[in-house]
């Protein structure tokens, strides 16, 4: 089946640096990303929706200068958590679709830890 | 290994009719599960959850779930489905205490008018 991975699974940083999380989609073109963010025990959070070779489209809420959204092909998109604090630590999942009737694809997550 | 498991690939129902959409986990522990549903265009929404107490849960949109330890199921239910009920919908449970999930393959429902 069709496969979005997801890198890294893991990171830390430390306070005021940069991370940037990739999805690649491996079998399929991905015209839409969605990127959620995870808090424990809680349902995910969609963050924003990009749509390939446009601007993301943020929820109410999501700072869309802290968590920059590139979506420049169909097989690569990533969100750069820019100068991270201590609360910006959560799991954050990506989920990828070709067309609007191609099933949802989701990437395994990144635990990120900052420090 | 923990697994959540949706049968169903497809689902095709009349409008006004009942709906079940199956959810089968396989979890060592109490789990934790939620139903998500993905409207064309659109980001996952929680539809309900079950972390622990009663076995039935309501969720939004007139959906409920129940979750069965014997049989290992938590199915998605919903009396009289209405057009606007078309979407995929997902079981899924954490693959640990706090964080990742793993998730159903989905279940996409197709209202007949």
């Known amino acids: 089946g069709a496969v979005v991975s997801q890198h890294p699974s893991w990171v830390i940083c430390k306070s005021g640096t940069s991370v940037k999380i990739e999805c690649r989609s491996l079998?399929?073109?991905?015209?839409?990303m969605f990127w959620y963010r995870q808090f424990p025990k809680q349902s995910l959070m969609l963050m924003a929706t990009?749509?390939?070779?446009?601007?993301?489209?943020?929820e109410q809420g999501v700072e869309k200068d802290k968590f920059l959204i590139n979506h420049a092909s169909l097989t690569l998109s990533t969100l750069t958590v820019t100068s991270a604090h201590p609360e910006d630590s959560s799991f954050y999942i990506c989920?990828?679709?070709?067309?609007?009737?191609?099933?949802?694809?989701f990437g395994n997550g990144t635990r990120l830890t900052v420090t | 290994a923990q697994s959540v498991t949706q049968p169903d690939i497809h689902i095709t129902v009349s409008e006004g009719a009942s709906l079940e959409l199956r959810c089968n986990y396989s979890?060592?522990?109490?789990?934790?599960l939620f139903w998500y549903v993905q409207s064309p265009g659109q980001g996952l929404q929680l539809l309900l959850k079950y972390f622990s107490g009663d076995t039935l849960v309501q969720g939004i949109k007139g959906f409920e779930a129940e979750f069965k330890r014997s049989q290992s199921s938590f199915n998605l239910r919903k009396p009289s489905v209405h057009w606007s009920d078309a979407a995929e919908y997902f079981c899924?449970?954490?693959?640990?205490?706090?964080?990742?999930?793993?998730w159903g393959a989905g279940t996409k429902l197709i209202i007949k008018p």
């Open positions: 079998d399929f073109q991905a015209t839409t």
């Open positions: 989920s990828g679709r070709g067309d609007g009737n191609s099933p949802l694809h």
């Open positions: 979890y060592g522990a109490t789990p934790y």
């Open positions: 899924a449970a954490p693959m640990d205490s706090n964080y990742q999930l793993i």
């Open positions: 990009s749509n390939e070779g446009s601007k993301a489209t943020y």
